[in-house]
């Protein structure tokens, strides 16, 4: 990565907020955050976000929400976004990736670590350090410390 990205974490649970900042921070990137979707909206308005992580379910503005809310505004690009969630088998998987252009949806509980690399992988590979023609859609097993069963995480083509 030639220039120095900035991450916007929308999430509400303080201490998992911390530890996904803590991980993409100590990869270089710049990371900024917001505890719930409408001060995601509201920082993504302002610019200069390249990297976009926001939870599913948070109070006042959902990730869906903040999400449409995105798509609302002519003109916009949103950033490359992961979505965080914890209600896994619930949810229409293709229908969200597709609907929203996710490069990924990611199921809770998993590694920060996991995370941090589906964000540098994309920017490497934005950046053409990665090949291009690898396939689009791969399947991450995240894993938690905590946690002993690997849940997937189900990476969507963006692009």
Avoid: W
């Amino acid at each position: 990565m030639s220039q120095t990205k900035t991450v916007l974490i929308v999430e509400d649970d303080p201490v998992f907020r911390r530890v996904l900042s803590f991980s993409i921070a100590k990869k270089g990137m710049i990371v900024e955050t917001a505890n719930h979707g409408g001060s995601g909206f509201d920082r993504l308005m302002n610019g200069g976000i390249d990297f976009l992580v926001t939870d599913l379910q948070m109070p006042l503005c959902s990730g869906i929400e903040l999400l449409e809310r995105l798509q609302a505004v002519k003109g916009y690009q949103c950033p490359s976004t992961v979505l965080c969630t914890a209600k896994g088998l619930e949810l229409d998987r293709n229908d969200l990736i597709e609907r929203f252009n996710l490069l990924a949806l990611m199921h809770k509980p998993f590694s920060p670590r996991k995370l941090t690399e589906v964000i540098i992988n994309h920017f490497e590979e934005v950046a053409g350090v990665v090949d291009k023609d690898q396939e689009a859609t791969e399947m991450i097993t995240p894993t938690f410390a905590m946690n002993p069963i690997a849940l997937q995480a189900d990476v969507g083509h963006h692009g």
